[in-house]
């Protein structure tokens, strides 16, 4: 079982930024790719960043240039840096890993960016 936790969502003006976290803990493969994917009101779930876990990282073309995902595997932690924030970038974002098998989820974190 793996328990996820995200943080760092809330409002923002266009432009500015957010920096999101989230924590993992329980039974985690190391070679775990981490994932960041968000769900704005009325759409589907859409892939925003995963990072490998020898560092290597993929975004979804909307938010390739302003976004950074990162991983610290000592803390089982994933972020994500973003910046630029456009009205668009609204929505819910979860957190994902897939481990031994299963794919888990955070609850999500909200995100709302303001024009």
């Known amino acids: 079982q793996v328990q996820l936790v995200e943080s760092g969502g809330g409002l923002v003006q266009a432009g500015g930024s957010l920096r999101l976290s989230c924590a993992a803990s329980g039974r985690i493969f190391s070679g775990s790719v981490m994932r960041w994917y968000r769900q704005a009101s009325g759409k589907q779930r859409e892939l925003v960043a995963g990072v490998f876990s020898g560092g290597s990282t993929t975004y979804a073309e909307s938010v390739k240039g302003r976004f950074t995902i990162s991983r610290d595997s000592a803390k089982n932690t994933v972020y994500l840096e973003m910046n630029s924030l456009k009205p668009e970038d609204t929505g819910v974002y979860y957190c994902?890993?897939?481990?031994?098998?299963?794919?888990?989820w955070g609850t999500g974190t909200l995100v709302t960016v303001s024009s």
């Open positions: 994902n890993i897939f481990s031994y098998g299963i794919d888990y």
